[in-house]
Nanobody, 125 residues
């Protein structure tokens, strides 16, 4: 599968952005999806995940209550709605796909099969 993330940009603190990740290849419903981010000088971290049908989601503590993951299998797209953005949210954001109808527990790991190219989000103070 090929993944294309887009929607990043520059936003002021307190603002919102919605990232999208479009997939092509195998039927999208065959994948669990995750969103990751990597800030300068830091390791890549998982910030959220969603199961193949959208029935379960996971959020890292740093974004819980501010970010929301959703998906539209008919459009082969997963979204990351980011609200109340903070300067520390500045990072390159990546979407990733894990083959198979994994549980949310499995999607909490870093072990994904396919990665998008990343989109930069910059939050100014």
């Amino acid at each position: 599968v090929q993944l294309q993330a887009y929607g990043g940009g520059l936003v002021q603190a307190g603002g919102s952005l919605r990232l999208s990740c479009a997939a092509s290849g195998r039927p999208f419903s065959q994948y669990g999806m995750g969103w990751f981010r990597q800030a300068p000088g830091k390791e890549r971290e998982l910030i959220g995940a969603i199961t193949w049908g959208g029935g379960s989601t996971f959020y890292a503590d740093a974004v819980k209550g501010r970010f929301t993951i959703s998906r539209e299998n008919a459009k082969s797209t997963v979204y990351l709605q980011m609200n109340s953005l903070k300067p520390e949210d500045t990072a390159v954001y990546y979407c990733a796909a894990k083959v198979g109808r994994s549980s949310i527990g499995t999607l909490k790991t870093l072990n994904y099969d396919h990665w998008g190219q990343g989109t930069l989000v910059t939050v100014s103070s």
